[in-house]
């Protein structure tokens, strides 16, 4: 029980990290957090053999429980029959520590959308959720607890940053999810884990070292990574130039997908804190370059808010910006805006959703409306993590105050 009141508290708002927007860019881990415990994925080849070797263990055994991991999706040591019945426990403690434990699991759409609320190590809470489609079953992770970004209409950028999260914690939530898949545990019976964003809570390129390595090792084929392909995993910025820069670089074929919600400057200042370090033609002319050297079409995700960005002025413009660039390199994303309690936005009319749509086909640019896919739990944005943290800290984090709410969630 006094457990469960330390964990709230420490989950708290980060003070004063909603305007540390412009401090948080590509920010290093913060050294002042601990760190998550050491995991099998965040190690490279020598230090998985070094740390064998300190159990007094051959190389090979490496391979066995990369195997286990990212082939069979197992960390329970009683799944390790090909490894001696005595040192089965003791490899699973050093390489595969619980990060992270399902708080709350929320289902939708007659259970093909599940959300999951996760407690990390340290009492840190985020969220993923699966989408499943009949061609395909979407993962949508978390990289950050919280983000720096200050973004107004973010129900994570209202938590501020409290940490990254380490290679091991993103991972393990694709391998929770390819898991449940697997076994059947999602509606619609056994099938596979096809594709995956970053677009959870987190800024992934504020955290680029981990995102990278996981990003690797989620499109690696197995026993080296889950093998889900490159070019089913999607990377969403809110723009930060250097990042997309870095990430062209790479020379992987992810889908990198570009939060720019307003055409112009001005507007976008307003919406994206982040604008007034990299503006709207830094941004598109970083999304453009990726766009040249990966041959991907970069995704432009545009939330939509009423009377805000979402009229024929907006859609004219941005036409305009995209079009200044050629043909056929970005592809729109207008999603209808999730408002956050509180907020002054609130999601577009339907009839100016559809003309905004209009005026892009005719502009000869694709955009197709983003689905509105659990929308009763909250949808992918953050939501679920943010409410439980507000209801927790009103409720005076007690330990039977938190408990309610947690159980009356179910
Ligand atoms: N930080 C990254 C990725 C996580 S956010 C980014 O900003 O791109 C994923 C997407 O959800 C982004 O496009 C973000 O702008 C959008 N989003 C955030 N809050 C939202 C809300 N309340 N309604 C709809 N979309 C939202
Ligand atoms: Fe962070 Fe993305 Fe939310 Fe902006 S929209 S605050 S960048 S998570």
Redo the contacts with the bound molecule.
């Keep these: 029980m006094s457990e469960a009141v330390d964990t709230t508290v420490e989950t708290g708002v980060t003070p004063g990290a909603e305007h540390a927007a412009f401090r948080d860019v590509l920010a290093k881990n913060h050294a002042a957090r601990r760190k998550p415990p050491q995991h099998f994925v965040d190690m490279d080849a020598d230090e998985r053999i070094g740390a064998m070797k300190d159990l007094g263990l051959p190389k090979f055994r490496a391979n066995q429980l990369a195997n286990h991991y990212f082939g069979h999706l197992t960390t329970n040591s009683e799944d390790f029959t090909d490894i001696p019945a005595d040192k089965r426990d003791e490899l699973a403690q050093r390489f595969f520590p619980t990060l992270i434990t399902p708080l709350l699991v929320q289902k939708a759409d007659n259970g093909t959308t599940i959300k999951t609320l996760w407690e990390l190590f340290d009492g840190s809470r985020i969220e993923s959720v699966l989408m499943r489609y009949p061609t395909r079953t979407t993962l949508c992770i978390s990289s950050q607890v919280g ?1 720096g ?1 200050g ?1 107004p ?4 950028g209202k938590l501020g940053l409290t940490r990254n999260m380490s290679t091991g914690e993103i991972l393990e939530q694709v391998r929770a999810a390819a898991k449940a898949m697997r076994d059947g545990e999602v509606a619609g019976g056994p099938g596979r884990l096809s594709n995956i964003v ?3 809570m ?3 390129m504020a955290n680029y070292k981990s995102v990278l390595s996981a990003v690797r090792q989620i499109s690696a084929l197995p026993p080296a990574g889950f093998g889900i392909s490159a070019r089913n995993i999607t990377v ?3 723009g930060v130039v250097p990042g997309i820069k870095k990430l062209t670089n790479e020379g992987i074929p992810l889908r990198l ?1 570009v ?1 720019l ?1 307003a055409p112009t400057n001005t507007l976008r200042d307003e919406l994206v804190p982040m604008n007034r370090r990299f503006n709207v033609d830094k941004v598109l002319d970083a999304a453009h370059d990726y766009f040249l050297a990966s041959k991907r079409r970069v995704s432009i ?1 545009y ?1 939509m808010m009423r009377g805000i960005n979402d009229q024929a002025e907006h859609a004219r413009e941005l036409a305009k910006r995209l079009n200044h660039y050629g043909d056929d390199w970005a592809h729109v994303n207008p ?1 209808p ?4 309690e509180g907020s002054r936005w609130t999601a577009s009319k339907k009839e100016d959703e559809t003309q905004f749509l209009d005026i892009l086909h005719a502009a000869g640019i694709t955009a197709t409306l983003r689905d509105t896919r659990g929308d009763d739990i909250d ?4 939501q679920l993590a943010a409410k439980s943290l507000v209801e927790s800290a009103t409720a005076a984090a007690t330990a039977s105050a938190v408990k309610a709410t947690v159980s009356a969630k179910h």
């Design positions: 983000c970004m973004c209409f973010c129900a994570t970053f677009m959870g987190g800024e992934p969403s910025t809110v997908a939060s919600h995700e939330a999603i805006l999730n408002p956050i949808g992918a944005c953050g």
